[in-house]
Nanobody
């Protein structure tokens, strides 16, 4: 069994910062990519940022220069530092982790339950 749990969402004003955390736990043999998606009301889920086990990062154009993704491989944890937040960043943020569990042959993508980020103007 593998679990992916996010924390750190909340309500902030425009221009402020938030830091999201996500920890994967369970019978984990190896973790490949980790990252964040978000879904705003009435919109499709979209990629925010990802980071590989080798620390290669990828960002959506809308967050480049404002958000920073990082990870602690020893803890199977990924972080998203969000600065200069805008009202359009309001969404439910979902963590993803590509994990191979003990005894498994492939990486499977696990999703967290989501954490709400609300940015007021």
């Amino acid at each position: 069994q593998v679990q992916v749990v996010e924390s750190g969402g909340g309500l902030v004003q425009a221009g402020e910062s938030l830091r999201l955390s996500c920890a994967a736990s369970g019978s984990i043999f190896s973790t490949n990519a980790m990252g964040w998606y978000r879904q705003a009301p009435g919109k499709q889920r979209e990629l925010v940022a990802t980071i590989t086990s080798g620390l290669r990062t990828n960002y959506a154009d809308s967050v480049k220069g404002r958000f920073t993704i990082s990870r602690d491989n020893a803890k199977n944890t990924v972080y998203l530092q969000m600065n200069s937040l805008k009202p359009e960043d309001t969404a439910v943020y979902y963590c993803i982790a590509d994990i191979k569990y003990y005894g498994g042959s492939n990486y499977n993508r696990y999703w967290g339950q989501g954490t709400q980020v609300t940015v007021s103007s």
